[in-house]
């Protein structure tokens, strides 16, 4: 597999608020087989998930779950509202992760949806997914908005529904169990790439600023803030301004969606994971002429669908991360 590291520049003016219909088109995902990824003294060792694994096992290191075992979900990417023939029941699909995740043999700590929970940014669709996610069996769920969440108004509807208690257009940290987690919005101004802005990265540093350089620190947001492939817009431009605040620190995780792909880079003391979909499959980069939505053979969708449960101990150095197929 090949880590998509060239970068291109940004094309043209940012926008300050919002997008249009026209440069939502460039910003879309694509898919591949799903692995068991663990991450373990700095290492990251994948290997083809089944649905025979110990979905409970994997997401602990193989140890039993305990008080200070932290465990939560991560799904991504719903698109509740697309119609088309490479998901003709996203909602269904939906509704199979929400069935899957209620099923992983313990109950996860939060799940965590990070972007496109709808396809069109519209009311409706944002009560449904809510609606849907309310079925999950666990204490808390967090969000974080696509570009598909934030069509034609900056993300107002998407924040009336999910923003309560976060700040800005949206961000937020909290912790729990030795571990602290930021929530980054880099979806709302962007002309090809994600972009996260000075108020943010403000957060972002007086944030940190109380945490210790050897607390484990998980970094969620809809697209990568890595270079994965910026020619289709997955790449954040000021995302190093971020990275340099979490070099410090001795273990850092960044989970994202919007690339419907799951794919692992390490650089230095920072894990980026990409997660797949819940909704439809798109081209690896450079086998279409755009990323638009694959249609497979019905019993091939679900093997491009997926969650994700992860793992921590406290007193470990590193996370575990268990990528499954939709069953």
Not at 179 to 204: M, P, W
Not at 213 to 220: G, I, K, Q, R, Y
Not at 239 to 265: D, E, W
């Amino acid at each position: 597999m090949t880590a998509y590291d060239a970068y291109d520049e940004p094309g043209g003016p940012v926008p300050e608020h919002g997008m249009t219909r026209r440069q939502l088109m460039r910003h879309a995902g694509w898919f591949g087989g799903a692995v068991v990824l663990t991450v373990a003294g700095g290492e990251v060792i994948s290997q083809i998930a089944s649905s025979r694994d110990s979905t409970a096992e994997a997401a602990t290191g193989g140890a039993a779950a305990g008080s200070g075992t932290l465990r939560f979900v991560q799904v991504s990417d719903s698109h509740i509202g697309f119609q088309g023939p490479a998901n003709t029941d996203v909602a269904g699909s939906f509704t199979e992760a929400v069935n899957q995740v209620n099923s992983l043999g313990f109950r996860p700590d939060f799940v965590m949806h990070s972007g496109d929970l709808t396809h069109l940014s519209m009311a409706g669709q944002f009560d449904q997914v809510k609606q849907m996610m309310s079925k999950l069996k666990t204490d808390r769920v967090f969000t974080v908005p696509g570009e598909h969440d934030s069509i034609g108004d900056a993300g107002r509807a998407y924040r009336r529904t999910f923003g309560a208690g976060t700040l800005g257009d949206g961000w937020y940290s909290f912790d729990t169990h030795g571990v602290h987690f930021i929530a980054l919005v880099n979806t709302l101004s962007l002309e090809k790439l994600g972009h996260l802005g000075n108020a943010q990265i403000d957060f972002v540093r007086k944030d940190l600023a109380g945490v210790s350089s050897d607390t484990p620190v998980v970094v969620f947001s809809h697209i990568p803030l890595f270079a994965m492939y910026p020619k289709w817009g997955w790449s954040t431009d000021d995302a190093l301004r971020v990275i340099a605040l979490l070099r410090r620190f001795s273990s850092v995780t960044c989970l994202n969606g919007h690339v419907h792909q799951l794919f692992t880079k390490t650089e230095g003391n920072i894990t980026f994971h990409s997660a797949t979909t819940t909704a439809y499959p798109l081209p690896k980069p450079g086998r279409a002429p755009a990323p638009t939505p694959q249609v497979v053979p019905a019993r091939q969708l679900k093997d491009a669908l997926g969650i994700r449960s992860v793992g921590y101990r406290q007193g470990d150095r590193e996370l575990a991360v268990k990528d499954q197929r939709l069953t």
